[in-house]
């Protein structure tokens, strides 16, 4: 495994992949990469992606690479895929954007779908970024799909955010969120050659300027509530509406200024450290998720959980009460 | 507490609308209301109705539950807004549902936001569910909005879970998702009477026939992978796609009837059993986390913790020598 770190490090794109394969399937071979990249992390830009389906984030994400690539800049993108926990996924959709992308230097691609814990799959996530940035990549593309914890979720492991969406989507209440325009630090309308166009922009800048948001960011255990500070500083950064044809590489490069931009904007003003202290404090509460899921699993054997979960379903224990049985039991073996 | 519980269990709405509040906003109310209502509880037919926003999902509940009126149900309608840990979410779209129901006898609606972690929505809502159980509702409605976990939860809460799509949503491979296709008991197709309809309900029933899904539902750490033996029996449960028209009630009656049907088949082949304990599995895992969340703010201080964070944020330490530091701690602590 040293091998494989240090051929990361040189930027050996197959000893990439096969850590990447490594800490997917094993979360000891996750603690060894990441704490073994570790001091060699931090530099990288990593900018999240999300959107609904059909909104053509695919294409963008890919689109937009090219133009960090133009820059002499090389480029990971990660696409994660929470919403199916079940089987493969869109492996098809995999194919095509691979396709796209074959022959260019500098872009290295990774899909990674959830094998059954939403959980497992953050950790891959959040691994696989620490890979890429010991590796040099100076931008990581995260991208993903779906509305819901997913998008808080990059937000909190982003840098920046880019929030997208396609004309006619996002013309009633329901799907123009308050909470994802929240993680936005730059609104794409894609697909902006359609009809309906501008009036999706207009109804998302129309959103953009109700309401101010509440402060209560995200409430882990390991949360602290920041108070605004830099934000109330003179230049605090204005959420951009922005249309582009991803498919025709329209608003590509004014994209990618925005990027660069706002990360400017973070160095500047201090909250790209905020921000890399809210990635370290979401890392750290998956990982005691996960130390406790494994304590469980060692204290309690599987058939007295199933016991216990055969007593709630028949009514003879409320789950409240068993819950407090095991934790006592839990602590008890523990100790 | 307790003479609000007892009008609970007489059906008494405002005490009903109270005690959901009390649980949404403390703990120990779930604990008290959850505890006391459980005897009680486990008649309900609980059905789970999600979908991309947009699809019309709310008004198809809002027919749904006229028609189990119809039939001199009661129903409870919970509509669970996961996407909005940030603001209000949809407050607008609410009021406007709530109107269409009013002067309906025996439907109460009930919108639950996020307030900053989806934990504490995941547990107002289970309570939500028991405590319209107690209520003698014998439908409860669950809806949800959204891709990702929020489904899957959702699939895991419910003893039948519709999926809804509309015309032209579902027409790209990125938005049949094989995860949401495979919680699916009934797939609706609303919308129906707009140009692209058939080919929506020919591409999901095309999705339904492609291959079989693996049997990995949930890897939580109280989860067995159930053996699907009555699956295997001679009457497996065959998802259909129904064509439906909500907002002119179209193909409505059709749906409750599938709905009843699927109590029917879970009763009659003893999956209404194994779903019944895997909705006590999840809610014990809920449960367990929410305990150990706990216990860290018990045993490790603010200001400790937040020394960590920054410890992390430096690269001074990597996050799994943090965690590993920070378990061994509350362990110590709690003997």
Same mark, same amino acid.
């Given at each position: 495994m040293n091998d494989l770190l240090e051929k990361v490090r040189w930027g050996n794109v197959r000893a990439i992949a096969r850590v990447i394969s490594l800490v997917e399937n094993s979360k000891a071979a996750a603690q060894t990469a990441v704490s073994g990249l570790f001091p060699y992390t931090g530099q990288a830009h990593v900018v999240g992606i999300t959107g609904p389906p059909g909104c053509g984030k695919s294409t963008l994400v890919n689109e937009l690479a090219k133009q960090f690539v133009l820059e002499e800049q090389r480029v990971a993108i990660i696409a994660v895929d929470? &919403? &199916?926990?079940? &089987?493969?996924?869109?492996l098809l959709g995999d194919r095509a954007r691979m396709m796209d992308l074959?022959? $260019? $230097?500098?872009i290295f691609i990774r899909s990674m779908a959830s094998r059954g814990s939403l959980g497992g799959l953050a950790r891959a996530t959040s691994a696989a970024i620490k890979i890429f940035d010991a590796a040099d990549y100076g931008i990581i593309l995260v991208e993903t799909v779906g509305a819901g914890q997913a998008e808080v979720d990059i937000a909190n492991a982003a840098h920046t955010t880019l929030v997208v969406e396609a004309p006619g989507m996002g013309d009633d209440l329901q799907s123009i969120k308050a909470g994802i325009l929240e993680i936005a630090d730059v609104l794409v309308v894609n697909? &902006?050659?359609?009809?309906g166009a501008l009036r999706t922009v207009k109804a998302l800048e129309m959103m953009l300027h109700m309401g101010q948001p509440d402060q209560t960011h995200h409430h882990g255990y390991l949360t602290k509530i920041e108070p605004a500070t830099h934000a109330d500083a003179q230049e605090k950064w204005q959420v951009e509406v922005l249309q582009t044809v991803a498919i025709e590489g329209k608003g590509l490069s004014e994209l990618a200024q925005l990027v660069k931009a706002h990360r400017s904007y973070l160095m500047a003003s201090g909250e790209w450290e905020e921000r890399e202290k809210n990635r370290s404090r979401r890392e750290l509460e998956q990982l005691l998720q996960d130390r406790f899921l494994a304590r469980i699993q060692e204290t309690v054997s599987e058939v007295e959980r199933e016991h216990l979960v055969t007593a709630v379903t028949r009514r003879e224990v409320d789950p409240y009460t068993a819950v407090d049985r095991l934790f006592t039991q839990i602590e008890k073996r523990s100790a």
């Amino acid at each position: 495994m040293n091998d494989l770190l240090e051929k990361v490090r040189w930027g050996n794109v197959r000893a990439i992949a096969r850590v990447i394969s490594l800490v997917e399937n094993s979360k000891a071979a996750a603690q060894t990469a990441v704490s073994g990249l570790f001091p060699y992390t931090g530099q990288a830009h990593v900018v999240g992606i999300t959107g609904p389906p059909g909104c053509g984030k695919s294409t963008l994400v890919n689109e937009l690479a090219k133009q960090f690539v133009l820059e002499e800049q090389r480029v990971a993108i990660i696409a994660v895929d929470p &919403s &199916s926990p079940f &089987s493969g996924g869109a492996l098809l959709g995999d194919r095509a954007r691979m396709m796209d992308l074959t022959g $260019q $230097q500098g872009i290295f691609i990774r899909s990674m779908a959830s094998r059954g814990s939403l959980g497992g799959l953050a950790r891959a996530t959040s691994a696989a970024i620490k890979i890429f940035d010991a590796a040099d990549y100076g931008i990581i593309l995260v991208e993903t799909v779906g509305a819901g914890q997913a998008e808080v979720d990059i937000a909190n492991a982003a840098h920046t955010t880019l929030v997208v969406e396609a004309p006619g989507m996002g013309d009633d209440l329901q799907s123009i969120k308050a909470g994802i325009l929240e993680i936005a630090d730059v609104l794409v309308v894609n697909k &902006s050659d359609r009809p309906g166009a501008l009036r999706t922009v207009k109804a998302l800048e129309m959103m953009l300027h109700m309401g101010q948001p509440d402060q209560t960011h995200h409430h882990g255990y390991l949360t602290k509530i920041e108070p605004a500070t830099h934000a109330d500083a003179q230049e605090k950064w204005q959420v951009e509406v922005l249309q582009t044809v991803a498919i025709e590489g329209k608003g590509l490069s004014e994209l990618a200024q925005l990027v660069k931009a706002h990360r400017s904007y973070l160095m500047a003003s201090g909250e790209w450290e905020e921000r890399e202290k809210n990635r370290s404090r979401r890392e750290l509460e998956q990982l005691l998720q996960d130390r406790f899921l494994a304590r469980i699993q060692e204290t309690v054997s599987e058939v007295e959980r199933e016991h216990l979960v055969t007593a709630v379903t028949r009514r003879e224990v409320d789950p409240y009460t068993a819950v407090d049985r095991l934790f006592t039991q839990i602590e008890k073996r523990s100790a």
